[in-house]
């Protein structure tokens, strides 16, 4: 079992910057897949961007690419995304997630149901 804690949400004025943790219980960290979605309003949970075990890989919503990054650190448990050049439309509840253990299918999908374990979101807010 991974327990996954979000922080670092906030609000931002449109072109700022935000940097999200989530820090993951448990010794199996290393062996999941991490992923980052988000939900707005009204609307469905999407996918933001994921990252392998190793961190080697990564991939983006073709909406924040190239403004956001993630990225992990295995010895302190943690996943960061650091989004840069916010607009009112990242306005969102952010979510971490993390994959089956040792499951190397999970990187290549968007879909929220390929993740095992979700936290508990953090808002980020965007002002004009």
């Known amino acids: 079992q991974v327990q996954l804690v979000e922080s670092g949400g906030g609000l931002v004025q449109a072109g700022g910057s935000l940097r999200l943790s989530c820090v993951a219980s448990?010794?199996?960290?290393?062996?999941?897949?991490m992923g980052w979605f988000r939900q707005a309003p009204g609307k469905e949970r999407e996918f933001v961007t994921a990252?392998?075990?190793?961190?080697?890989?990564?991939y983006y919503a073709d909406s924040v690419k190239g403004r956001f990054t993630i990225s992990r650190d295995n010895a302190k448990n943690t996943v960061y995304l650091q989004m840069s050049s916010l607009k009112p439309e990242d306005t969102a509840v952010y979510y971490c997630?993390?994959?089956?253990?040792?499951?190397?299918?999970?990187?290549?999908?968007?879909?929220?149901?390929?993740?095992?374990?979700w936290g508990q979101g953090t808002q980020v807010t965007v002002s004009a």
């Open positions: 990252i392998n075990w190793t961190g080697g890989i990564t």
């Open positions: 448990g010794r199996t960290f290393s062996s999941h897949a």
């Open positions: 997630a993390a994959g089956p253990s040792r499951d190397y299918t999970t990187i290549f999908s968007r879909d929220p149901s390929a993740y095992a374990y």
